[in-house]
């Protein structure tokens, strides 16, 4: 099976749905002539023209409703965000005009959009540009959330985006973008809304997604040389949750960490939490313990943001203390 | 400002005359009644009225196709009425019912009926702007020749999804009608108190390639005459218009602020009555022959009897079932 980048398999991706269909396009800062901020719509420009692969001034508030307005009367969008730090700025898009249109419009207008780009911190670039939004867009009825953390999981995942009839959140992760892994040629799609165990183990059960599913596997195969051995559950869809997948590992491990990249308030492993407690009590052998970012602005300083992070050190620390395990 | 006068109102166009007339009467009279039904609490939250303002809806509304689109803020009751929507629906969906526009989940500031091309009131100031821009688009994107007519407060000028949408629709030449209805007040704060310009329309001038107009919005013929032209550059050469109409609201914001309030007078207030653009129309086909008393009377009556009737069908429409709660979310379906 080839081997492909996330970012190729994202670019695989957008090139089949638009030749599948002429009702998508994709808009946004820099998709056409300078290839995409991160690559993602190279070549996209030269084979489908300037109608459907649209540069913008930056203007995320803008160019998002534009694609709002466009998919209300039966055009597909995908609206790249260049990071979804900058997507705050269209947020009132997102959330008041497209996850609310058919809902106040009685079942009159189904908005099918992507809003897609990368999300979450990449290696030092401040407060501003690293931040993940997964729990702020979850929280929100009428958009499902999207977090894609391998070359197969982008492609699959962002075609069933494009050919879903509801708005669709893409959080892809900017320090995936070179990540490898096979992609086959054939072509195939993954449902929205199914969770994946990427690795299967007895002993304990991460709960995680996008790119912490990296981070998951790597903490899973250190454990693994002690012996230790992990079901690693990959939501891969936030909302809708596959809470299903999560009942079927913890029931058979008994003890659950649960691994994000974004804060702990309100977090997504707050509402994991909530569903293994409810669903799983009398399962548990150890508290779940949560593995997320510390509760501070995203500092530049690298060892400081290092220490900020989750990482694969803090997982199997998790891991240790939901097993009991004494470590030196 | 347009100078013609009377521009349209040339012999034999009665019928049409008679027919604008009873848009703005049927507005009228249909929020008179809403006012009624919302003291007496059977319409609920929030309910922006538009009486004054009905040369605005009638007379850009009586320039569109079938095939065109149109976008409103939430004070959308006028507009919907004048693009044809049943006051049964409306008013069934004031009073929160199955059978409303919008089944009774959208409420006086989300009418939506897809039947009519009407995409929604919307609640958020400025928010459906750049969405105005997106269905231009969509039109040049299918090569059509439709336009899409939006429909702000005077508020709207000073956000920023303002600049943004009309600057992409002028970069972009897209097929868009940007009507302020300038009434003086967003909400309680005049235009003077909002805007670092007195004259709406030079926003337009920010942006090439997009006309802009100042319109006397109490006379309905020269609103019609300044969108006849704004449609006809939009369908010809697919470029967007920035119409400020010059206008008044006779009720207060919303149901909550009183007709005259801290923030104008009702010296002020008088005299934009006296200019009402019922009784601007009414009186010119009286004078032209067009109409006489027991003509006004007939048409007048008609009206509210079709309004009772819509009172009537809502308050006898079923609230909606509960298991509608759950319904919208999403579709389950993809293409």
Known sequence: ?328 | MATKKKSDARPGDAALHRELLRSMLLQRRFEEKTAEAYALGKIGGFCHLYIGQEAVSTGTLSMLRPDDYVITTYRDHGQALARGMSPRALMAELFGRIDGCSRGKGGSMHLFDRNLNFLGGHGIVGSHVPVAAGVGFAIKYRGGDQVIICYMGDSVVNIGAFHEALNMAALWKLPCLFVVENNGYGMGTSVERAAAISDLSRRGAAYEGMDAVTVDGMDVFEVREATRAAVERARKHSTPTLMEIRTYRFMGHSMSDAVHSTYRTKAELDEYIKRDPIEQLKHRMLEAGELDAAAWDALDTTIRAEVQDAWDFADNSPEPPLEALYEDVLVDTVS
């Open chain 1, 1 to 328: 099976m080839p081997i492909i980048t996330y970012r190729e398999a994202l670019n695989a991706a957008l090139r089949e749905e638009m030749s599948r269909d002429d009702r998508v396009f994709i808009m946004g800062e820099e998709v056409a002539v300078y290839n995409g901020a991160y690559k993602v719509s190279k070549g996209l420009l030269e084979e489908f023209g300037e109608m459907r692969v649209v540069d913008t001034p930056i203007a995320e508030l803008g160019f998002a409703g534009i694609g709002v307005g466009a998919a209300m009367v039966g055009l597909r969008p995908i609206i790249e965000f260049m990071t979804w730090n900058f997507a705050l700025l269209a947020i009132d898009q997102v959330v008041n005009s497209a996850a609310k249109m058919l809902y106040m419009s009685g079942g009159q207008y189904n908005i099918p959009i992507v809003f897609r780009g990368p999300n979450g911190a990449a290696l030092q670039l401040g407060a501003q540009h690293s931040q993940a939004f997964e729990s702020w867009l979850a929280h929100i009825p009428g958009i499902k959330v999207v977090t894609p953390g391998t070359p197969y999981d982008a492609k699959g995942l962002l075609k069933s985006a494009v050919r879903d009839d509801n708005p669709v959140v893409i959080l892809e992760g900017e320090m995936l973008y070179n990540t490898k892994g096979e992609v086959p040629d054939e072509e195939y799609l993954i449902p929205l809304g199914v969770a994946e165990l990427k690795r299967e183990g007895g002993d304990a059960t991460i709960v995680t997604s996008g790119k912490m599913a990296l981070v998951a596997m790597q903490a899973a195969d250190k454990l693994a040389a002690e012996g230790i051995k992990i079901d690693v559950v990959d939501l891969r869809t936030i909302r809708p949750m596959d809470v299903e997948a999560i009942a079927r590992s913890v029931q058979k491990t008994n003890r659950a960490v649960v691994l994000e990249e974004g804060w702990e308030l309100c977090g997504i492993g707050a509402q994991v939490v909530d569903f293994i407690q409810r669903e799983c009590f009398d399962d548990l052998d150890a508290p779940v313990v949560r593995v997320h970012q510390a509760d501070v602005p995203m500092p530049y300083a690298k060892n400081l943001e290092k220490h900020a992070k989750p990482d694969v050190a803090k997982t199997i620390a998790a891991i240790n203390k939901v097993l009991y395990r004494e470590t030196v």
